[in-house]
């Protein structure tokens, strides 16, 4: 039988609340952020403060939790957040350029012929998504209402990938043929060493890039954070590290899978140095984890799917190129 909704309860109630459940806060100050972000929000960051007994999170805190403590764990997932959207904004741009610059190669219209794309590929569903974002467009993009004008509404692949979303962009990616997507991912800088990889690993990678799991996991990690949800903690869509461990500075991804932060923002690194040079991403997520996480007392880094010594690896160096 389904259980009544909870009650109102006001600002004052909740802070009595969490004092009486053994949180250790300043009313007036619980109280404001209680107000401007939400008791609900808020409750994914004293959740891991909560007590444990035979495998079941109590109600009440674990000694010496306060409300000062969530507060930090909640702006460092915040500024995580910032960063991850950060990274994932020139990662798109830099997908959007390939994938466009490959398909231009046959026509600019080419992104319509079915027969360039593989047979699983929902390829007229994709293109019907791709003409709402079109539809979309309209209103504000002055080259869509160019090409609407002028050519009949037929618009090239270059002038699409400026509408679509990364999650469009990333099936067109994942429903190219195999050549096509090896081509664009060394175009990323997404270069496997097929020697290092087993016969079956090889050949899943020859049918399917690896990479094009990797986008749907990058995917679903931007909506995250593009939505405020928590990533610090959070497991995503699992995804296979074995090819991608055979590429120098990739190295330190888990063995077997990968479906914590970490992984993500391995690869999100690696992409960044490879298109965008000179960039200091990976420093200031670094600096972000050491500097601000790592104060945070009973919190692990493992909980975002870091390995020990993970600052040693290359990639994360301070200063790596």
């Known amino acids: 039988m389904a259980q009544p909704v909870k009650p109102f309860t006001s600002i004052s109630d909740q802070v009595d ?22 008791y609900y929000r808020l409750s994914g960051y004293w959740y891991p403060y909560r007590t444990i007994s035979s495998a079941v999170r109590g109600d009440h805190f674990v000694p010496g939790a306060t409300f000062d403590d969530v507060v930090r764990l909640y702006e460092f997932d915040r500024k995580l957040r910032t960063q991850i959207h950060d990274g994932i904004e020139r990662i798109e741009v830099a997908l959007r350029s390939r994938v466009s610059y490959l398909i231009v190669e046959h026509d600019p219209l080419a992104y319509q012929d079915a027969k360039l794309f593989r047979p699983t590929f929902k390829h007229s569903e994709w293109l019907k998504t791709a003409s709402r974002r079109v539809d979309r467009a309209k209103r504000h993009s002055e080259p869509i209402r160019h090409y609407e004008k002028k050519y009949g509404g037929r618009v090239p692949i270059w002038v699409l990938t400026e509408v679509l979303d990364f999650s469009d962009v990333s099936k067109l990616y994942d429903g190219m043929l195999a050549r096509d997507q090896w081509t664009v991912a060394e175009r990323l800088g997404v270069r496997i060493d097929e020697t290092r990889l087993s016969g079956n690993q090889r050949k899943r990678a020859l049918k399917v890039h690896p990479l094009a799991r990797w986008l749907e996991h990058l995917s679903v990690l931007r909506n995250s954070a593009a939505h405020h949800g928590r990533v610090w903690n959070r497991s995503f869509t699992p995804v296979g590290t074995a ?79």
């Open 243 to 321: 090819a991608l461990r055979s590429i120098e500075g990739l190295e330190c991804l888990p063995e077997g899978q990968s479906e914590r932060v970490f992984g993500a923002l391995t690869l999100m690194g690696h992409l960044l140095q490879q298109t965008s040079p000179g960039t200091t991403w990976t420093d200031k997520v670094r600096s972000l984890v050491d500097g601000t996480f790592r104060a945070l007392p009973a919190r692990s880094v493992a909980e975002m799917g870091f390995p020990e010594g993970w600052q040693g690896a290359p990639l994360w160096a301070p200063g790596s190129p």
């Open 17 to 38: 609340i969490l004092r009486r459940r053994g949180m250790s806060l300043d009313h007036d100050e619980a109280a404001r952020w209680l107000e401007v972000v939400g």
